[in-house]
């Protein structure tokens, strides 16, 4: 996986210099997706398109740019496998000379071209604000619903209510759930793919990516404003726009496919859903 700070091609996830060219005098030109080889770590060999096509036996070759030339060493595809890849030749980001309006409705679309501009070609860090935000609409909406009819709506009491303990208990009791949610989600994919998790920098990023994905919980503070009776419904579609905005996340960042996505969304459920059981054994109401 690459390091956080590279920039990606949001059309094949290609790695990238550059986002754009600036040719001074305000004329700037979007870079576009070049070829590149993935250079096999285990053998330094020389070779050429033309050898790979004609010889049956030699499945793969790495090529050394330093050292050009038309020699190739065949190896049989038993003895180490690597892979030659082409890119997309789509310019590398078109986003980046969109309206940020445009971007975020791309987003709540869930293209994943939206997601690595964002996760990828841009330096956003509020993931951790928006991480605490999420989880006081959260509490906050789980407060409500401790209320009673007997609730006193004086505005009077608003500061004595925003004091209560239930709030806090609730912001706690949300916070649980949610570290459990993405250490269930951690462990399913270092199950199933260890080789997509073995640095700090590729947690961090997943992380990142996981928090940045559930700004859908924002849209439970005008759901409860707005009270309907088809409010509940309303709450279940925003479960279901945040966990599919998670799997699209996972799939950006680590190139996986739906299904390895979500068998680590509903892992991250079980044990979730795992804390909520325990939490209401220990008398604690959710």
Known sequence: MAEPGAYRC???????????????????????????????????????????????????????????????????????????RKSCQKPVD???????????????????????????????????????????CEAYLRWLQLQDSSQNTDPDDLIRYAKEWDFYRMFGIASLEQTSFLVGIFIALWWMRPEMLKTKSDFILLLKALLLSGYGKLLLIPAVIWEHDYTPLCLVFIKVFVLTSNSQAIRVTLNLNRMLSWLAIVFGLILENGVVCLVQKIGWDV
């Open 94 to 136: 078109k986003y980046i000379e969109y309206d940020p309006v445009i971007i975020l409705i791309n987003a709540i679309l869930c293209k994943a071209q939206a997601y690595r501009h964002i996760l990828f070609n841009t330096k956003i860090n509020i993931h951790g604000k928006l991480c605490v935000f999420c989880l006081l």
């Open 10 to 84: 949001v059309e094949c996830s290609g790695g990238a210099e550059e986002l754009y060219r600036d040719y001074q005098r305000g004329v700037l030109r979007i870079a576009r997706c070049a070829s590149f080889v993935f250079i096999s770590p285990a053998y330094t060999a020389l070779g050429t398109r033309r050898m790979l096509q004609e010889v049956g036996n030699v499945q793969h070759c790495a090529v050394d740019k330093n050292n050009p030339s038309t020699e190739c060493h065949l190896m049989p595809f038993t003895k180490f496998k690597s892979s030659v």
